[in-house]
């Protein structure tokens, strides 16, 4: 089986095709948790396999996450997968169609490395959700992007980078599987710490980890902030430990739409899996 490892600004992930269909689609969680294993494997955050279009689209992508589970959409992967699918040809004019679980997202290259996709809309907007870990309210935005929507749970908190990393992993953790959230969710802390600038760091369900960089997490937070007058929505910058993306928004009353991400793309290496176990 032949495979590309790609990262955008630090979300990794190993990308196969199966447009022939020549793995069986019920084997996708077991290759996918048994390759994204870090150490036992080639390791990443997640896998993508690309199949023939099923909707009017270009190409489709399957995403999993690390641990084998299905994921609804992931960003950064979908950037990955455009400039894939644009430097093979799938697209038209710099730009791909991509079919995912949660609904079309498009791609356009931007340059070389520099790849733009239009996450899926918001189909659930709640800005102020409180959870409580420990006897401390936490004021969450709750966002669905897509549907079924990818569920984020994004955290102000000017202070978030003061909290010992252990001790953030355990309150993102609580977060994540608390009974407000009935999907599960990516939990993102952040503070906007500049004009129209935000840092944020991103605990992703299905990692059941911190993350170099979420994508969807990005769009989310970006969102959220536009929709609370903190930030402006456009070109916004949002810095994760992974690098640097921007969010632009169109708010139309209490929701928005037309969420874009914008960010690096890196070839990482191709070869073939030769994984005895496999």
């Known amino acids: 089986m032949r495979f590309m490892k790609m990262q955008g600004a630090g979300n990794d992930f190993i990308l196969m095709e199966n447009l022939d269909g ?7 969680p077991r290759l996918a948790a048994r390759l994204c294993s870090r150490r036992l494997s080639v390791g990443a955050d ?18 999993f996450n690390n641990d084998g589970s299905v994921g609804e959409m992931c960003g950064n992967a979908a950037r990955c997968v455009s400039r894939y699918a644009v430097e093979r040809g799938f697209g038209r004019g710099g730009e791909v169609r991509i079919e995912t679980t949660a609904g079309l997202v498009t791609g356009r290259c931007v340059s070389k490395r520099m790849y733009t996709v239009r996450l899926n809309d918001p189909s659930v907007i709640d800005l102020h959700r409180s959870v ?9 935005s709750y ?15 000017d202070d978030w980078r003061g909290i010992p990393e252990e001790r953030l992993r355990e309150i993102c953790r609580a977060i994540r599987w608390d009974r407000s959230f009935p999907k599960g969710a990516n939990v993102t802390f952040c503070r906007v710490d500049g004009e129209n600038s935000v840092d944020a760091r991103t ?6 980890d911190f993350t170099l960089a979420c994508g969807t997490g990005c769009g989310s937070t970006v969102t959220a902030l536009t929709l609370r007058g903190l930030v402006s ?14 969010v632009t928004v169109t708010p139309e009353g209490d929701t928005a739409r037309d969420i874009m991400l914008t960010g690096p793309t890196t070839l990482v290496a191709e070869g073939e899996i030769l994984d005895e176990e496999l």
């Not at 929505?233 to 921007?246: A, K």
Request: with cysteine; hydrophobic share 40%; proline share 9%.
């Open 22 to 28: 020549s793995i069986d689609p019920a084997a996708y």
């Open 143 to 157: 966002l669905e992007l897509g549907d079924p929507g990818i569920p984020h749970a994004v955290v102000l908190r």
């Open 46 to 63: 997640g896998m993508m396999i690309l199949e023939p279009p099923r909707q009017g689209g270009d190409v489709r992508m399957a995403f």
């Open 203 to 208: 605990f992703e369900r299905g990692v059941e």
């Open 132 to 140: 409580e870990v420990e006897g401390v309210a936490y004021d969450c």
């Open 233 to 246: 929505g456009v070109n916004t910058r949002i810095t994760m430990p992974g690098g640097t993306l921007y």
